[in-house]
């Protein structure tokens, strides 16, 4: 399994981003697939998952500014980021799991190096 994330940077608070993650080596249609976060000093959280029938659950703190989304013909897994806040601040990793239904989004097999995202006030 690789995971390979691009799209992180600096941008202002109220500012917009789009990570993107590419998939190889596994049968990335059928694995439920996720971004996390870890801010420094705390511990890395979930931020955002879909399973392979498209199903999508997020953090209650995302409150509709974040969107997951996958595409299976390109192997690519994105977050879309909008009204970027400070405490949004963290590096961000894209995670693999080939556990569906109940358990996507909280048993995750494989994670990428992640990519930096740092939000300006």
């Known amino acids: 399994v690789q995971l390979v994330e691009s799209g992180g940077g600096s941008v202002q608070s109220g500012g917009s981003l789009r990570l993107s993650c590419a998939a190889s080596?596994?049968?990335?249609?059928?694995?439920?697939m996720g971004w996390l976060r870890r801010a420094p000093g705390e511990e890395r959280e979930g931020v955002a998952a879909i399973d392979s029938d498209g199903t999508t659950k997020y953090a209650h703190w995302v409150k509709g500014r974040f969107t997951i989304s996958r595409d299976n013909a390109k192997r690519t897994l994105y977050l879309q980021m909008n009204d970027l806040k400070p405490e949004d601040t963290a590096m961000y990793y894209c995670?693999?799991?080939?556990?569906?239904?109940?358990?996507?989004?909280?048993?995750?097999?494989?994670w990428g190096q992640g990519t930096q995202v740092t939000v300006s006030s």
């Open positions: 080596g596994f049968t990335y249609s059928t694995y439920c």
């Open positions: 995670a693999a799991g080939w556990r569906g239904g109940y358990y996507c989004g909280s048993d995750f097999n494989s």
